[in-house]
């Protein structure tokens, strides 16, 4: 029933972001069949020729789809965000089953057919047309079908790269741990991939029959591709405010997004939600994106690979002139730093006497760890928190999506976390923050970093931008990132709401 209740108050949006999947869907189905059907009726008449093309497309579905989607970003032309990077990654898994399939409909043909063709005196044209295609139909329409529900299921990862769709709902859901909204995003995907197969099926029944005019069928998927695509078109006076993929990245986009909208009169595209550090970077690097909110000690350890430094001073300088040399300018800190928090359960701590990461030494040997998938590569992550403090535990760390690692400490599926200081679910699920006595971690002020080129174009965007300095802090943080993850409220609605208590407060720039 709380599905239900979902859908129907948000039934405009759910219609907006259905009709964006079936777009991308739609046009990337259509041009792998102009591709695939082609290519697997060349590889089943000349396997020489074909073979090179269908070997690609078998390595290119063994590629991960967000590998794939954070490969082609940077990429010129082919790369960036929205539905064009989307569609060509779709495009791509969807080649292999059409192509191969295509290929076992033509092969299977018994050769007393062809030889009664040629006796007849077809041409090879006409064998194809009259012969092989229709019979050959059942079996390409079986793998236009797989190419579709994998397309529908492909395209819900592709909300990480701003291409929109169901999977925004599916985002939302795993960052604010909340089962409705990721349902809301997984049971429309579900209903749309049967829907699809089922008009593939009936299609197919249709066109063996012939009653289906080729020309309006190849005119109707010319829409498909061409739709989407027109779609992607956007004014030059349009900001772009991406976000990473967790709860406070996401609020953060919105207080970015609602500040310039509100202060410069111009257009904003979201591209929230873009997965972790690296595909955020590269959005912005490669002019996707045009501002979001990075951590000084992120940027200084992970995206530049710097020393780890604790001096906050020296960090936010540092990483100021190395973006200024990549055409990027680092604004005014927002106002909180936001650390590493290495937590334990509430109950624990105070059972045991847990007050400092040292503390936890002795019992670490008997715990279960949990970090996320960056934490356990980064330089001022695991391996040099383990050194620094000497932790060993029962097992190697367990690898976990951040909206998920404090649930699963409090449901004692780990017994220890690496989260964020800021992050509201640490009063909700009642966890403790063990004190860093050595000084581990870097600091990660939170800090706008935008293209530099946009802020000379429009300079009432850096005011609007700067406007914000040092008027977030970390217990306003808190209680946004808990609004959002343990009251389930909308980001952009908490985002809002903290801009109007600042503008009552005095605390904005008029």
């Known amino acids: 029933m709380s599905l239900v209740r979902f859908l129907a108050s948000h039934r405009a949006e759910v219609l907006a ?9 739609g046009a990337s189905t259509a041009a792998a069949i102009a591709i695939g059907v082609p290519v697997g009726l060349l590889a089943a008449r000349k396997p020489r020729l074909g ?35 989307a569609i060509i990654v779709l495009i791509l898994y969807a080649l292999l089953p059409i192509i191969r399939t295509t290929v076992a409909g033509v092969s299977g043909i018994d050769p007393v057919l062809i030889e009664a063709g040629t006796g007849l005196g077809m041409s090879s044209r006409q064998l194809l047309w009259r012969v092989q295609i229709p019979l050959a139909l059942p079996s390409i329409v079986a793998g236009i079908r797989v190419a579709a529900v994998i ?35 997984a049971v429309p995907a579900a209903l749309l991939a049967l829907t699809l197969d089922g008009l593939l099926l009936g299609f197919e029944r249709l066109y063996a029959s012939g009653r289906v005019p080729r020309l309006s069928v190849t005119f109707a998927l010319l829409l498909l591709m061409i739709a989407p695509l027109a779609a992607t078109h956007r004014s030059t006076a349009t900001i772009r405010v991406g976000s990473k993929n967790f709860t406070e990245q996401i609020v953060l986009g919105e207080l970015l997004a609602q500040t310039i909208e509100r202060d410069t009169g111009l257009a904003v595209e979201r591209h929230l939600n873009l ?56 604004l005014p800190p927002l106002g909180f730093n936001n650390t590493f928090a290495i937590l334990v359960r509430g109950a624990d701590a105070r059972r045991l006497g ?18 996320g998938y960056e934490f356990l590569q980064r330089a001022d992550g695991y391996p040099g928190l383990s ?98 993850d343990a009251e389930h409220r909308d980001s952009a609605a908490v985002a809002r709401e903290f801009l109007a208590q600042l503008e009552r407060n005095g605390q904005t720039k008029e």
């Not at 535990?393 to 004692?412: C, H």
Request: glycine share 10%; hydrophobic share 50%; proline share 5%.
């Open 387 to 484: 050194e620094t403090y000497g932790l060993r535990f029962a097992e190697s760390p367990r690898a976990m999506d951040l909206s998920l690692i404090y649930r699963a400490l409090a449901d004692r599926q780990v017994d220890l976390i690496a989260g964020d200081a800021t992050n509201g679910l640490i009063s909700a699920y009642d966890l403790a923050v063990l004190a860093d006595s050595r000084h581990y971690f870097p600091p990660y002020d939170a800090v706008p970093v935008a293209r530099s080129a946009v802020l000379l174009r429009y300079p009432a965007v850096r005011d609007a931008l700067a406007s914000l300095a040092g008027r977030v802090s970390a217990a306003d943080m808190r209680r946004m990132n808990r609004a959002v």
């Open 17 to 25: 972001l259905l009709l964006q999947h079936l777009r991308l869907v």
């Open 275 to 330: 997965g972790g550090t690296f595909i955020a970077d590269r959005a912005l690097a490669s002019g996707a994106i045009d501002v979001y909110v990075e951590y000084t000690g992120t940027a200084d350890t992970a995206v530049f690979k710097n020393p780890v430094e604790t001096d906050a001073g020296r960090v936010l300088e540092r990483v100021r002139t190395q973006y200024a040399t990549r055409g990027l300018t680092v």
């Open 354 to 371: 847990l007050h400092t990461i040292d503390d936890a030494r002795p019992y670490a040997p008997r715990w279960r760890a949990g970090f």
């Open 51 to 85: 073979a090179p093309i269908v070997w690609l497309a078998n390595v290119a579905q063994t590629i991960p789809s967000l590998a794939m989607f954070g490969f082609l970003l940077p990429l010129p032309f082919v790369g960036g965000l929205g539905a064009r990077v």
């Open 151 to 185: 397309g529908v299921g492909t395209a819900t990862i592709a909300a990480a790269v701003g291409a929109g769709g169901l999977g925004e709902y599916i985002f939302r859901g795993l960052s604010m741990v909340d089962s409705t909204v990721v349902l809301a995003g």
